[in-house]
């Protein structure tokens, strides 16, 4: 069974640096051909893809985060992270980390086959 748990601060003040990292199970992030990704879902508003990094080290983004985002892993934790730096109060949200495949549409989340069950995070000063 593929078990994702995410886990990071649950309160940031605006412009400081926000880390999270996803903690695999089950299934080695370097299997072919999974996509390891991260999504996020603000207060009453829907998911957002926000990037992923790819079975071969590969990453994505997307580009209205992308100059604040950073993807990466630890192959020998068999976990990868998230970085997204000068938050904002619009970076409240509740974070999640999901397995996709490759080839399949980022934005299509019912792809998706296992997730993680979110991490709260707020931003306020």
């Known amino acids: 069974q593929v078990q994702l748990q995410e886990s990071g601060p649950g309160l940031l003040k605006p412009s400081q640096t926000l880390s999270l990292v996803c903690i695999v199970s089950?299934?080695?992030?370097?299997?072919?051909?999974?996509?390891w990704n991260w999504i996020r879902q603000p207060p009453r508003k829907g998911l957002e893809w926000m990037g992923a990094?790819?079975?071969?080290?590969?990453?994505f983004y997307q580009p209205s985060l992308e100059m604040r985002t950073s993807i990466s892993r630890d192959t020998s934790k068999n976990q990868f992270s998230l970085q997204l730096r000068s938050v904002t109060p619009d970076d409240t949200a509740v974070y999640y980390c999901?397995?996709?495949?490759?080839?399949?549409?980022?934005?299509?989340?019912?792809?998706?086959?296992?997730w993680g069950q979110g991490t709260q995070v707020t931003v306020s000063s």
């Open positions: 089950g299934e080695s992030i370097t299997t072919a051909h999974y996509v």
């Open positions: 999901a397995r996709g495949e490759v080839g399949s549409d980022f934005s299509r989340f019912e792809e998706y086959d296992y």
């Open positions: 990094i790819a079975y071969d080290g590969s990453t």
